[in-house]
């Protein structure tokens, strides 16, 4: 099966070689189609510094990401980064900005907005938004490019718990569905919530200093060592609670 992405023995080093850091070292990641990936580790592993290299973002200093030129992905950010206009417009400006005339953009942001149920927003200041509603706009806004694979950075960090759910459940049901067009959606997102990591992800990959120190289905994972070595809350988990 084609990979959605396939990267070879990426280092990024921010600096000079001589006094910079390396955020990522000789990290290799190949992702199929309808795959979860979750990426944990600590503050500083290098979560986000990967998900801006698979996203285009940042261009590996050493190694080679290979990826389908035709791939639609979108990315979502722990803030959710809105301009100051209307609801509306800061999901059909994205689309609009991509090639799609302004009336189809239009229209695709009311169906991208109704599928966050936020339709009735579409004319307010998104700035002006709770957290949980903003970061559900800017969920619409990746959604609506329709994107088969989808990156998400600490996506519900900043939320409290009830939009935290909201918004989980809507990647849940993104992932499952889909565009209904028959293409999975990938998902590689980055999270320190170990439920939500068992709730969406199938398989986990664990950072630390930048290298990937673990590569492991989601069920190997939440059954091994590294799980109660690096998390000390972890046997909650192992007993099926959630945090
Ligand atoms: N733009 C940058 N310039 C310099 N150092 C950076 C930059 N972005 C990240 N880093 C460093 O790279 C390392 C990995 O960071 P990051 O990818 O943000 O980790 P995580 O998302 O896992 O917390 C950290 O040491 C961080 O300080
Ligand atoms: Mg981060």
Same mark, same amino acid.
């Given at each position: 099966m084609m990979a959605v992405l396939d990267l070879k023995q990426a280092s990024v080093l921010f600096? @000079?070689?001589?006094?910079?850091?390396?955020?990522l070292q000789d990290v290799s990641l190949r992702v199929q189609p309808g795959e979860r990936v979750a990426l944990v580790g600590a503050n500083g592993s290098g979560k986000s510094t990967l998900l801006r290299v698979l996203h285009g973002l940042i261009r590996p200093t050493t190694g080679v990401l290979t990826?389908?030129?035709?791939?639609?992905?979108?990315? /979502?950010?722990?803030?959710?980064?809105?301009?100051?206009?209307?609801?509306?417009? *800061?999901?059909?400006?994205?689309?609009?900005?991509? =090639? $799609?005339?302004?009336?189809?953009?239009?229209?695709?942001?009311? *169906?991208?907005?109704? @599928?966050? =149920?936020?339709?009735? /927003?579409?004319?307010?200041?998104?700035?002006?938004?709770?957290?949980?509603?903003?970061q559900r706009v800017a969920l619409?806004?990746?959604?609506?490019?329709?994107?088969? &694979? &989808?990156?998400l950075d600490e996506p519900t960090a900043s939320l409290d718990p009830h939009a935290k759910r909201e918004v989980e459940a809507l990647i849940h049901e993104f992932a499952d569905q889909g565009h =209904? %067009?028959?293409?999975?959606? %990938?998902?590689?997102?980055?999270?320190?919530? /170990? =439920?939500?990591?068992? @709730?969406?992800?199938? @398989? $986990?990959?664990?950072l630390d200093q930048g290298r990937v120190a673990a590569d492991l289905s989601v069920s190997d994972f939440f059954c091994g060592p590294l799980l109660q070595s690096q998390y000390p809350a972890a046997h909650l988990f192992v007993k099926g609670e959630s945090l």
């Open positions: 600096g @000079r070689p001589a006094s910079g850091i390396y955020a990826c389908d030129p035709q791939l639609r992905q979108s990315m /979502l950010f722990q803030r959710p980064h809105l301009l100051r206009l209307s609801v509306l417009s *800061n999901i059909a400006l994205g689309l609009w900005l991509r =090639g $799609v005339p302004w009336h189809d953009a239009q229209l695709r942001s009311h *169906n991208a907005l109704a @599928r966050v =149920g936020l339709s009735e /927003l579409a004319g307010r200041k998104a700035r002006a938004l709770s957290g949980g509603q903003q619409a806004r990746a959604w609506a490019m329709e994107p088969q &694979l &989808l990156l =209904g %067009t028959g293409d999975a959606m %990938t998902l590689v997102f980055a999270s320190h919530n /170990l =439920g939500q990591v068992k @709730r969406l992800a199938s @398989r $986990v990959v664990y």
